[in-house]
């Protein structure tokens, strides 16, 4: 059974990093493109970047500049970085599996940015 | 980027009616592999995504055939027949040819 499930800090001051763990069981990194995909108030849903299953990422030139991502295979888990957070930053963010077209999204993590 | 724009932003329906939903892009979804990569979402209130129909008309598993998708290069359509309460919520485009993938800003399909 595919299950995804993010982890993350709740709130975030201003102008620091932004971290998030996704958790998956069922299937192997090394398989699959994993996403990050965000859906905030002011802009909606949101293609954030994927790392593929064979390690290399892609990123939206939205995010570019202060996104990463990362992966440990051993703890079948995904990291998504982000510094520099602003107030727009605040919403909802989840990880997704799939190449071009994401099937299996977890819960998602509430995220605000706030001081 | 590729814009999507979806019509209309809110679509009242009775119940065992039926919906149509437009999604139109900027510029052509078709890939230079031939395949079209635009998918249909429905949201449901604090729920994830969940994926309705990929590469335009294909349903995902367990999606019940009342759902179709249809449609070519910039023009697509999702339709929905015989509503039923469960298919209230919020549904989304998303293009998958391009960088950066791009959702369309969503329908709100809400009961008459």
């Known amino acids: 059974q595919v299950q995804l499930k993010e982890t993350g800090p709740g709130l975030v001051q201003p102008t620091q990093t932004l971290s998030i763990t996704c958790t998956v069981s069922?299937?192997?990194?090394?398989?699959?493109?994993m996403q990050w995909v965000r859906q905030t108030p002011g802009k909606g849903l949101e293609w954030m970047g994927f790392i593929r299953s064979g390690g290399s990422t892609e990123y939206n030139s939205e995010f570019k500049s202060r996104l990463s991502i990362s992966r440990d295979t051993s703890k079948n888990q995904v990291f998504l970085k982000m510094n520099s957070l602003k107030t727009e930053d605040t919403g909802v963010y989840y990880c997704a599996r799939g190449l071009a077209v994401m099937g299996d999204w977890g819960q998602g993590v509430m995220v605000t940015v706030s001081s | 980027d590729v814009v999507m724009t979806q019509t209309p932003v809110s679509l009242p329906v009775s119940l065992g009616g039926q919906a149509s939903i437009s999604c139109r892009s900027s510029q052509s979804l078709v890939h230079s592999n031939g395949n079209t990569y635009l998918h249909w979402y429905l949201q449901k209130p604090g729920q994830s995504p969940q994926l309705l129909i990929y590469r335009v008309s294909n349903r995902f598993s367990g999606v019940p055939d009342r759902f179709s998708g249809s449609g070519s290069g910039t023009d697509f359509t999702l339709k929905i027949s015989r509503v039923e309460p469960e298919d209230l919520g919020d549904y989304y485009c998303?293009?998958?040819?391009?960088?950066?993938?791009?959702f369309g800003a969503g329908t709100k399909l809400e009961l008459k």
């Open positions: 069922g299937f192997s990194l090394t398989s699959y493109y």
């Open positions: 998303l293009q998958s040819t391009h960088f950066p993938y791009t």
